[in-house]
């Protein structure tokens, strides 16, 4: 059970540095500094859907 925690939370750290990269390397190629946070708010997106996966078996056990 804690190795499905830790890999989940390695990926939800993933998801939003990699959402936060992401927006900060369109914003530079566009100029328009908002898609900083678009980036950042998907990355979170992404990473509860990760979360709520990977708890998911653990949820259906109880």
């Given at each position: 059970?804690?190795?499905r925690?830790?890999?989940a ?5 993933g ?14 190629a566009?100029g328009a500094?908002w898609?900083?946070?678009?980036g ?5 997106a992404?990473?509860?859907v990760?979360i ?5 078996p653990?949820?259906r056990?109880?």
């Open positions: 059970m804690i190795g925690l830790l890999a939370a390695g990926a939800f750290t998801t939003v540095i990699g959402g936060f990269l992401l927006g900060l390397l369109v914003a530079r566009t500094g898609w900083i946070a678009v950042l708010f998907a990355g979170l992404v990473g509860v990760v709520a996966a990977a708890l998911r653990f949820l056990s109880s």
